[in-house]
């Protein structure tokens, strides 16, 4: 692959909430347009990966990077996947981490811990190094219901900048299959970020045409 623009980087996180195929996507979507992606995977996501999607990810970086470029066909040098505790990792400095991070799916443990800057893990880091440099920062959150003290941790992130997202797809553009749920929120998502996306219609056009 040729040199990385520098603007088409970004970091994603999957966590271990429910959601499995909506962080599924999304790569597949961010890899298709070019961009390259540190992804950070948290042990519990593993074990979604796993029961929602049939995809068992090795523990070891190097060897989940060769299952995942295989599984998207993608260059090598356009996914970067990083150990929990890959301090040395580009996503944990602020001098070289990607100013773009989505976590999805979050949990709402990682928004706890997002909120309160415990980076314990890379995923922590990079989102509290995401905060700190004033890049944008999404949080597709997958609980229900939200407890007041979710809610609260939610509202703090909010107030500084962070963009909360809770995986809940509509249904105005007819959805036939999970797959158009997925797409719906991904497409939210990307839309969010300001990348070129065709596979949901925004609002106004004739869904039944």
């Known amino acids: 692959m040729s040199e990385i623009n520098q603007n088409k ?16 996507r999304l790569l597949q979507c ?23 999607h049939g995809l068992k990810l090795s523990n070891h970086p190097e060897k989940a990077h060769k299952q995942l470029s295989d599984y998207f066909d993608c260059d090598d040098e356009q ?40 980076s314990d893990n890379l995923i922590e880091r990079a989102a509290d190094v995401v905060i700190k440099e004033r890049g944008q920062l999404l949080l597709v959150v997958r609980e229900t219901p939200f407890s007041t003290i979710h809610l609260e941790n939610m509202l703090k992130l909010s107030q500084v900048g962070v963009t909360i997202m ?16 997925v797409d719906f929120l991904v497409a939210r998502i990307l839309d969010h970020l300001g990348i070129s996306q065709t596979i949901v219609p925004r609002w106004g056009y004739d869904y039944r045409q």
């Open 9 to 24: 980087r970004v970091t994603l996180a999957w966590t271990g909430a429910s959601g499995a195929p909506y962080g599924i």
């Open 30 to 52: 961010l890899l298709a347009e070019g961009f390259q992606v540190y992804l950070l995977i948290s042990s519990a996501a593993r074990v979604v990966l796993a029961t929602e």
């Open 79 to 118: 996914l970067v996947v990083c150990g929990k505790e890959d301090w040395f990792s580009p996503v944990a400095s602020g001098s070289a981490a990607p100013d773009k991070m989505i976590v999805c799916p979050c949990s709402a443990g990682s928004v706890a811990a997002i909120a309160h800057g415990i």
């Open 166 to 181: 809770p995986a809940a797809p509509g249904f105005y553009h007819q959805p036939e299959s999970i797959e158009d749920l």
